[in-house]
């Protein structure tokens, strides 16, 4: 697999009981995190539930259950007795967009009489117009307000009745149940009054508030459907049919119809259906979808190609390797789906605020409409606390972080970079120093085998030895040794056994004769720790190739150390100015490496930058501290990536790698580093800011309604303001410039 299963989610598998179920509800009517808050709290306790994970930014529900108490359908109308629509995965999930905005516009329309007539009586009252024989016309005014508001209630206030009742009869108020009690009880007190004959009438009022508020729910609506373009726009760009290349003739099939091992043939212009390994062809690829790099790769016979790609030239015969979800694409799909449920420190403290901050308005209300009850009545006191209710509503708080943290995870998506989870954007950002491996992620691959030599002068049947046991790793030495190999046409043998032994080498066994003693191959430390002897003609030529700069592998086997081969490595040409760029962004960096200390010394003089060279993987994880990352590729960085505070791994690494770190690099480009570090301090800066607004907003605000200095139409202003600004500065994130418009500006 090109990407690894999410640890998360193989933790949550691990502990489900046996003959469980699992299914993701997708959900409506939500509001806020409040809301997801609620849905998540009465899941996890519902019989049969194991574990139950609600995303806002998602709108679905992840659910695991005990198969023998519950089931699917119990678990949807549990959802729906709450007051939110739930769909299973089987069912065509209402379109809540367009029915929105349906209603939205009925409302306002009915909102815009109200606020017209109710601003006409108030300017009579103003200007002193009021007469006897014009009050029976108000009274008609005051009854058409009534009947015009009925609208708005039932198409933008029922959904919000229901689910805020729903809620205070479980004891578990929400932002519905802030506005349901706010608008209700002024649309209430204003039918008594109407009815009485005496006192104010707040029709308008209350329209305007739950319009207000819908227009609020419009726009995060809005910033929601945005932020989710990575995923979608991945998993669309896998053709729905290929053409399927057969003995008699071509025919086209459904892409869930394709199994590994098909030939597909894709036409120029058409995009890869499929991963797999070019059987027939050659031409420009665009791989942008996956990588982020603008500029065409050319592909020919025998190279990986992967699905949603663009051939934009060339005729090509695939074999297939990969299809549907199991691609690469899908692959980063699903990683960009699982990366939303493991959410950050930051966000889970957010949502205990969030949800303490509802019962907390419900109590300052009270205590408000007490205090101005006691001193101006009970209009006075209605109208300061449904002023209370307002501003306290935490629906900025809820949309502070988590929106920012997602539309980052996009960006980093488009630029070649898939985020285990948004808490990985959290922790870069605090990064002081970090760490990188040599080979294969400071050094260009692919690497050469330069020369060889050999104690018995049977250089074929050496490299013949070394190359297949070499065949089964997946290291980037192995792999140039393996490629000389076959250009020298030599037939590889496969091993009778095969042990890597991180930061040393690999040991292993041949089916053959001569070779049935365990072949040694790796470092001088490995064989001479072997007890393998080694001649003074190998040790000269060794230290002569490390004086030239080259890496020396040896291979020994029968108590002796037979022959070494000379491979030659590059400074990848970005290297030195991502080192640049990194040390003007404050961090300290440094090489953990388990090459030779003469290897060392030379990459020290070539980037400027302090090595540490002869490191076993327990050694490079010691010489990690607090707030370091790790950057690497190879089954020696495995324990490096994991223990540091982020891990970012080369996509072109080994599968431990990946699974290990935190960050998958799949484009094959050191200055996305950089790149990504002002991706996650500029992604933090805005929530700070967001969360700050916030913590203002409501603190400023509750005071100011609490001394009725704020009636309620302009408590409901403030709070959507509020919002607009927070989902503003969140989705400039959508600004922030990718790689390449970043490197042009540079240039």
Same mark, same amino acid.
């Given at each position: 697999?090109l990407l690894?299963?999410?640890p998360a ?7 489900a ?13 939500? %509001? ?20 139950a ?10 659910i ?18 709450l ?9 065509k999930?209402? =379109? ?13 329309v009915?909102?815009?009489? =109200? ?5 006409g009586?108030?300017v009579?009252?103003?200007?002193? %117009?009021?007469?006897?024989e ?16 009925? !609208?708005?209630?039932i ?11 729903a ?5 578990q ?11 209700? @009880? ?7 009054n109407?009815?009485l ?7 308008d ?14 726009l ?7 932020s989710n373009?990575?995923?979608?726009r991945?998993?669309?760009?896998i ?13 086209v099939v459904?892409?869930?119809?394709l ?9 120029p212009g058409?995009?890869?259906?499929? =991963? ?8 420009d690829?665009d791989?942008? #979808?996956?990588t982020?790099?603008?500029?065409p ?16 030239d060339?005729s ?5 390797t ?6 690469t ?9 699982e990366?939303? %449920?493991?959410?950050? !420190? ?56 988590p #929106? ?9 998506a ?7 989870s948004?808490?990985?954007?959290e922790?870069?950002a ?18 050469k ?5 050999e104690e ?7 490299l ?16 140039a040794?393996?490629?000389?190999a076959?250009?020298?046409n030599i ?25 049935? @003693? ?7 430390? #490995?064989?001479?720790a ?27 086997w029968d108590?002796?150390v ?20 990194l ?15 003469s290897?060392?010394?030379? %990459? ?9 060279a002869?490191l076993?993987?327990d ?11 790790m950057?690497? =590729?190879g089954?020696n960085?495995?324990?490096a ?19 290990a770190?935190d ?10 580093? !950089?790149?990504?570090?002002d ?5 933090m ?5 967001n969360?700050?607004?916030a913590?203002?907003?409501?603190l ?13 139409v302009?408590?409901a202003?403030?709070?959507?303001a ?10 400039k994130?959508?600004?922030?410039? #990718? ?9």
């Open positions: 697999m690894a299963e999410s989610v193989e933790q949550k598998q691990a502990q009981p046996e003959g469980s179920g699992e299914v993701i509800l997708t959900l409506g009517g939500m %509001w806020c995190s409040s809301c997801a808050w609620l849905v998540s709290e009465n899941l996890k306790r519902t019989k049969g539930v194991v574990s994970d609600v995303s806002f930014i998602q709108q679905q529900a992840n695991t259950f005990d198969s023998k108490i519950t089931n699917q359908q119990s678990l949807k109308r549990r959802v729906r007795t007051g939110y629509q739930a769909t299973l995965p089987d069912e999930p209402r =379109d809540e967009e367009e029915s929105f905005f349906t209603r939205l516009l009925i409302g306002g009915m909102v815009l009489h =109200d606020m017209i007539v109710g601003g009586i108030y009579r009252e103003l200007m002193g %117009w009021a007469t006897p014009t009050a029976w016309l108000v009274h008609f005014f005051q009854i058409m307000m009534l009947v015009s508001s009925l !609208p708005v209630l198409l933008l206030g029922l959904p919000i009745l229901r689910a805020g009742f809620s205070l009869l479980r004891g108020p929400n932002i519905h149940t802030l506005i349901m009690i706010g608008t209700f @009880s002024a649309f209430g007190l204003s039918v008594r109407l009815i004959g005496h006192g104010g009438l707040y029709f009022t209350a329209t305007m508030l739950i319009f207000l508020v819908s227009i609020g729910r419009w995060e609506m809005q910033a929601h459907k945005s373009k990575a995923v979608s991945l998993l669309e760009q053709p729905d049919q290929a053409t399927v290349v057969t003995n008699n003739q071509d025919s459904n892409v869930a119809e199994k590994p091992g098909m030939r597909v043939r894709v036409r058409e995009r890869f259906p499929v =991963d797999g390994l070019i059987a027939i062809g050659e031409g690829v791989e942008s #979808l996956l982020g790099e603008p500029k790769v050319t592909h020919h016979e025998g190279d990986k190609i992967q699905a949603g790609t663009v051939n934009l060339g090509f015969e695939v074999i297939a990969a299809v549907g979800t199991s691609t694409a899908g692959q980063i799909g699903r990683l960009l789906h990366a939303l %449920w493991a959410r950050s !420190p930051l966000e889970r403290m957010v949502d205990k605020l969030s949800a303490w901050m509802t019962p907390l308005a419900l109590a300052l209300a009270a205590i408000a409409f007490l205090i101005w009850y006691s001193i101006a009545g009970l209009e006075t006191g209605m109208l300061v606390a449904l002023s209370v209710l307002l501003i306290a509503c935490p629906c900025a708080l809820g949309l502070a972080t #929106l920012t943290l997602w539309l980052s995870l996009e960006r980093a488009e630029s070649g970079v898939i985020l285990r948004t808490g990985a954007l922790r870069l605090k990064v002081e120093r970090i760490f990188f491996d040599k080979t294969g992620t400071l050094s260009q691959l692919p690497m085998v330069l020369e060889i030599k018995r002068g049977k250089k074929k049947e050496f013949e030895v070394v190359a297949s046991v070499e065949n089964e790793s997946e290291h980037p030495l192995a792999k040794i393996v490629e000389y076959k250009t020298q037939e590889l043998i496969k091993p009778a056994s095969f042990k890597v032994l991180p930061a040393l080498g690999i040991v292993g066994q041949l089916p053959v004769t001569n070779y049935q @003693s365990p072949i040694h191959i790796g470092s001088a430390r #490995l064989l001479s072997e007890g393998l002897s080694m001649s003074t003609d190998i040790s000269q030529q060794a230290e002569a190739w490390k004086e030239a700069g080259h890496i020396v592998v040896y291979a020994g108590g002796q037979t022959g070494i081969l000379a491979l030659g490595e590059t400074v990848r040409p970005e290297a030195q100015e991502t080192v640049r760029q040390q003007s962004r404050g961090l300290e960096l440094g090489v953990l490496t388990g090459d030779e200390a290897a060392g010394e030379r %990459w020290q003089k070539a980037l400027g930058i302090p090595v540490s002869a076993s993987p050694e490079k994880m010691k010489r990690l501290s607090e707030n370091s990352a950057v690497g =590729d089954i960085d495995g324990p990536l994991a223990a540091a505070t982020i891990g970012l791994a080369m996509n072109h690494g080994t599968d431990v790698a990946r699974s770190a960050i998958v690099l799949v484009r094959d480009d050191l200055r996305v580093i !950089p790149w990504l570090v991706l996650s301090r500029e992604s800066k805005r929530v700070k800011q969360l700050g607004w913590v203002i907003y409501n400023l605000g509750v005071g100011l309604a609490m001394a009725g200095l704020l009636q309620p302009f408590s202003f403030a709070m959507v509020s919002s607009i600004f927070v989902t503003t500065n969140a989705m994130m959508n600004k922030f410039p #990718l790689l390449d418009e970043e490197n042009m500006k540079v240039e």
